[in-house]
């Protein structure tokens, strides 16, 4: 029999959620809500009840029995740095995501929605890979500067979930490959997996690496230094110059690709600049990782929603297939990323991870 499976990932207007029966998708639903919704409460926290009650109404509208859910799995969120794999939603981790050590952020309600129905109805809840997921090695941690180490806050699920999608249509396993994932999309993050570890990333959430639709990423240090005490901007507003006003915002106004190259059909020449530099920092940062593994790379793996591009992909691929083969898969199947880690776990193919 299927194994039935309830996903949930929350996001700052809306709340995405699906039903698996193994890894057949049979709802895929976005419940979303208004700014006028979402202002009335105090905080993340206080909109649990008010998107826990959308899911219910919403599986109900669908004929789907709460009863006939075997798993409950929500998208991880700001918990302290942890491995990649699935967690179970204990209280430990659950407070945890109640109190928020690196952030609030909306994903940290999907996996207390994962436990509050799950509990309802008596049935395990997960979060799998969560953006924390932290699995560099010594070496990538250092910096130059102590105070400030090397971190990994990017995008785990998509990377790793596209990273095993290869290694099982070529017949390996995720733990026997070495591959370069580049994640893009409103953030871009580039890690390299070896041995079924994310042990080096250019993160899309930490300031490294190559810039994207939202992020300014990797900033010369002293430059943006003397902006902060150029006395122009609060904290708050640097903090939005690098995470959400950065990269093609800063430069374009726009976060949207399809944008971009509207504006570069129209002869927009920044634009263009703007696309070439995006492109050749995507190339300069899997260059960059293959000399970790002294090149002996079996893949590169592109994906996220910029991954639809034809132009952006066929220009990385010009760069860096002397490095080795590349794999498009466009998109992000995050629902069914959960799906499948949960799967992992119930089938005995991995260990539950404890928090």
């Given amino acids: 029999m299927a194994i039935r499976s309830l996903i949930i990932n929350p996001g700052s207007t809306s709340t995405k959620i699906g039903v698996f029966d193994d ?26 009840d008010f998107r826990k009650q959308l899911i219910l109404d919403a ?25 990649g794999g699935t967690y179970a939603v204990t209280d430990a981790l659950l407070h945890d995501l109640y109190h928020a050590p690196q952030g609030n952020h909306a994903s940290n309600l999907g996996g207390i929605l994962a436990r509050e129905i799950g509990d309802s109805i008596g049935v395990p809840s997960y979060i799998v ?5 932290d699995e560099l090695q010594p070496v990538a941690r250092l910096s130059g500067v102590p105070e400030v180490p090397r971190v990994s806050i990017d995008h785990p699920l998509n990377q790793k979930a ?18 370069i994932v580049v994640h893009m999309g409103g953030g871009t993050s580039t890690g390299l997996h070896v041995g079924g570890k994310m042990i080096d990333v250019y993160a899309a959430f930490n300031g490294d690496g190559a810039f994207s639709p939202e992020r300014a990423n990797g900033v010369p240090a002293l430059g943006l230094v003397k902006l902060c005490f150029s ?27 399809r944008e971009v190259e509207k504006m570069i059909e129209n002869g927009n020449e920044q634009a263009k600049l703007v696309k070439d530099a995006f492109i050749y920092q995507i190339c300069k940062n899997i260059g960059a990782l293959a000399t970790v593994v002294k090149g002996k790379v079996d893949q590169i793996i592109l994906t996220g929603g910029i991954a639809y591009d ?29 799906a499948q880690g949960a799967l992992r776990v119930m089938n005995g193919e991995e260990e539950v991870q404890k928090y």
């Fill in 59 to 83: 599986l109900k509208e669908e004929n789907i029995p709460l009863t006939s859910i075997n798993v409950c799995v929500g998208r991880g969120g700001l918990l302290r740095p942890i491995p």
């Fill in 231 to 257: 006395g122009k901007y609060t904290q708050k507003e640097m903090e939005k110059k690098i995470i959400g006003g950065g990269g093609f915002n800063a430069y374009l106004g726009t976060n949207d690709m």
């Fill in 162 to 179: 596209m990273a095993r999608r290869w290694a099982k249509e070529n017949g390996k396993k995720y733990a026997d490959i070495t591959v």
């Fill in 310 to 338: 034809k132009s952006v992909t066929d220009a990385i691929a010009d760069g860096v297939s002397f490095i080795a083969p590349v794999t498009v898969y466009a998109g992000e199947a995050e629902l069914l990323a959960l």
């Fill in 23 to 48: 890894e057949t998708q049979i709802l895929d639903k976005t419940l979303r809500h208004s700014t006028e919704e979402i202002s009335q409460f105090a905080d993340i926290y206080a909109q649990k």
């Fill in 129 to 133: 890979d969560p953006v924390v997921v």
